[in-house]
């Protein structure tokens, strides 16, 4: 029969509690002597839980102030690899912005050397014409 301290399970508890209020647990931690049982394992999957989750709440975070020139963490969690994809396509969403602005300055420095925009007939736009 497996036996277990309480104070174990208050661990495993208060790091379950730090996250459903939004805050970032620490990996638990057990004494070295602690015997590999059950709760030794489910301490371990927990942790590596705990440090993808706030591998995943960092990502988020940068993301949300607008910061997307960083390399994301690795994880193999589904949020992870969802918030890496939505990094990626804001990062080309920008680029491609940068890029027809880029070109739509290029076109309005054209227009301006030419004396601005002109109709198909040739009179510029905007022009007073002869006999109105």
């Known amino acids: 029969m497996l036996h277990v301290k309480e ?8 790091a379950f509690y730090l ?6 647990p620490s ?10 049982n059950e709760i030794s394992q489910a301490v371990s999957y927990i942790n590596k839980f ?5 591998n995943a709440t960092d ?3 940068t993301i949300s102030r607008g910061d997307l020139d960083f390399e994301p963490p690795g994880g193999k969690m589904l949020i992870v690899q969802s918030l890496k994809n939505l990094q990626a396509s804001l990062r080309h969403l920008t680029w491609t912005t940068q890029q027809i ?6 076109v309005t420095s054209l227009v301006d ?3 601005g925009p002109r109709p ?7 022009a007073p014409q002869a006999g109105l």
Request: without cysteine; proline residues 6%; hydrophobic residues 25%.
């Open 27 to 36: 990996p638990l931690e057990l004494p070295q002597d602690y015997p590999d």
């Open 19 to 24: 996250i459903l209020k939004g805050k970032k």
């Open 50 to 54: 705990i440090n993808e989750y706030n």
């Open 113 to 115: 050397r030419q004396g």
């Open 101 to 106: 602005a880029k070109d739509r300055r290029q």
């Open 7 to 14: 104070e174990d399970i208050d661990k495993i508890t208060e």
């Open 120 to 126: 198909i007939g040739g009179q510029r736009i905007g």
């Open 59 to 61: 990502l988020i975070y």
